[in-house]
């Protein structure tokens, strides 16, 4: 037969086998990153586990024994199956890796992975599990790495990871927990990696951290937890990232982050935060990414930063930051990433930025700025982006331009200029035609305006003008006044 009638043959076969019940099928192929791989077909609506065989055809040599990872066929988008039958391991008893994604698996059974006890890596994401047995991990004693994420658990049994010492990675992310048992992760001594993003969690256990001096990364964002217990992240101490954006935080303490000499990324943003104690930040002189944004904080402390030499990244945004102590930025040294937008910033202090020598971007978007001094900036020779749209500047000192390398600006919707360019190769020079009235209203504003310290500073664009219109006006009363003078003169009968 030609290949071509062979080909339409067996899509006929397997389609009269979608067609009439079900079907697990294999095919057969030798992946770069995972070895001799079954790409599975599997037809199993109603979630039968009776199969008796895998239909398929091996390479030259190769045996069931020598597969070593199953993934679900991405030609097959019809495959789906509520459970997982127990024949695939029986079938592929040395089998590492177990991707089954996509699906709609509905319940992984005691059976599932039972034959399979090699198995370090279990993907089993983007299902609609609601439900794990107790036993469904039992003999995957050398699991690493386990992904349930994107699913529909609200729970799992207490004693599911009872054989997972060896467990480095969990991501029960994007599920419906509310709950899980006190003792569930008791076993997991070397778990680097804990994903519970998106859940429903209100109140984190001291139990469930009580083993995790492994942890290094936490994720928590999107839960709705709103008081965190004094010692709950007390054996953390190895933690480099943690995740709490978007919960309900509104006070924290010290004590509860106390030990985080390790921590490299800090996610608060979008709580409820009006305030920080001054001595929060003190054990975190590692840390590398702070965001605070989307909180209610009117009152940055300047102590707050003081220990944190090694941020490269501070997130301010949606705020109601009003003020800007002088000094306060002075000990980022290392920062490269600011963020300030969207607050009630109306002045930046006389070097309020200098300090910062690294700083590659500063985002002022949606403030009250009406003046950009330079000398609020000093000589930063990495600074390449400036945004600062939606204010009411008038006028901008182009020496900012000159003491940095800015190729990146945002000046939209400001009263000097509504204009934009970022980073073209030859932008300097649009920069400086698109903030041109900008750079002559600075040149013209009161010498007063000009580098003083920060409170002295809110200068009126608009006093300049009029002074500058009074004098009009009263050299023309002067000019109208010596016109008269020589018409008086004119007129007046000559002596002769
Ligand atoms: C599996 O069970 C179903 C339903 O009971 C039945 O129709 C089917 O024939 C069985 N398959 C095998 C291979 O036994
Ligand atoms: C699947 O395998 C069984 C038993 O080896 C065989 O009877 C059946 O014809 C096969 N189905 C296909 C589609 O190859
Ligand atoms: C299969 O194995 C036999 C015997 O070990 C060997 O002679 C043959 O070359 C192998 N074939 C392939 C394709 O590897
Ligand atoms: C699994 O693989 C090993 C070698 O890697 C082999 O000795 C063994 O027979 C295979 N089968 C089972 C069931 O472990
Ligand atoms: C299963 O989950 C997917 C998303 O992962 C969703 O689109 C689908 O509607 C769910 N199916 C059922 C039967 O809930
Ligand atoms: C835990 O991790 C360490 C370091 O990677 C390793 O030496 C140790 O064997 C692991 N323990 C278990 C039970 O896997
Ligand atoms: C914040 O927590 C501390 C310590 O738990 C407590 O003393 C204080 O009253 C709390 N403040 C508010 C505003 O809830």
Redesign the pocket.
């Known amino acids: 037969m030609a290949p071509k009638i062979i080909v339409l043959l067996s899509i006929l076969l397997l389609n009269c086998q979608l067609i009439f019940g079900q079907t697990l099928w294999c095919d057969y192929l030798i992946s770069h990153s995972s070895g001799y791989t079954c790409q599975l077909t599997i037809i199993n609506p109603d979630g039968l586990n009776n199969f008796t065989h895998i239909n398929g055809t091996h390479m030259a040599n190769m045996t069931n024994e020598d597969v070593a990872s199953i993934t679900v066929s991405s030609m097959n988008s019809g495959s789906n199956s509520p459970n997982i039958p127990s024949i695939i391991c029986e079938i592929f008893p040395n089998t590492t890796s177990s991707t089954l994604t996509?699906l709609?698996v509905k319940r992984i059974h005691d059976y599932s992975y039972k034959s399979c006890k090699h198995l370090t890596h279990i993907h089993v994401n983007?299902?609609?599990i609601t439900e794990v047995d107790e036993n469904a991990f039992i003999e995957n004693t050398e699991l690493q790495f386990l992904e349930l994420w994107?699913?529909?658990l609200p729970t799992l049994p207490e004693n599911v990871f009872r054989n997972q010492q060896k467990l480095i990675r969990l991501r029960l992310d994007f599920n419906r927990i509310t709950d899980l048992p006190d003792n569930i992760f008791v076993p997991l001594r070397n778990l680097t990696f804990w994903g519970m993003e998106s859940n429903l969690i209100k109140d984190l256990k001291i139990k469930w951290f009580e083993n995790f001096e492994r942890l290094e990364t936490l994720w928590l964002f999107y839960n709705r937890i709103e008081e965190l217990s004094t010692n709950v992240f007390h054996p953390l101490i190895n933690l480099k990232s943690l995740g709490l954006s978007f919960n309900m935080l509104s006070n924290l303490t010290t004590e509860m982050f106390e030990q985080f000499m390790n921590l490299e990324d800090l996610w608060l943003d979008i709580n409820e935060l009006e305030d920080l104690p001054l001595n929060f930040f003190n054990s975190m002189t590692n840390l590398k990414e702070l965001d605070l944004g989307t909180n209610k904080l009117s009152n940055l402390r300047a102590e707050w930063f003081k220990p944190l030499s090694n941020l490269e990244y501070l997130g301010l945004y949606e705020n109601e930051i009003s003020e800007l102590s002088a000094e306060i930025f002075t000990p980022l040294q290392n920062l490269e990433f600011l963020t300030l937008e969207v607050n009630d910033i109306e002045d930046l202090p006389s070097n309020i930025f200098s300090s910062l020598i690294n700083i590659e971007v500063i985002r002022l978007n949606a403030n009250n700025l009406k003046i950009i001094h330079s000398d609020s900036f000093g000589v930063l020779p990495n600074f390449a982006y400036f945004t600062a749209s939606n204010n009411q500047i008038d006028a901008f000192d182009e020496k900012l331009i000159d003491n940095s390398r800015i190729s990146g600006i945002d000046m939209m919707n400001n009263i000097c200029a509504n204009f934009g360019v970022f980073d073209y190769s030859d932008s300097r020079q649009l920069i400086r035609n698109g903030l041109q009235k900008c750079f002559e209203n600075y040149e013209n504003l009161n010498p007063g305006c000009v580098g003083g310290n920060w409170d002295e500073r809110v200068c009126l664009i608009e006093d300049k003008n009029q002074a500058q219109q009074e004098k009009i006006e009263h050299l023309q009363a002067a000019v109208e006044e010596l016109q008269k003078l020589v018409q008086e003169l004119i007129d007046r009968p000559c002596r002769s």
């Open positions: 996509r709609g983007h299902n609609n994107f699913n529909e």
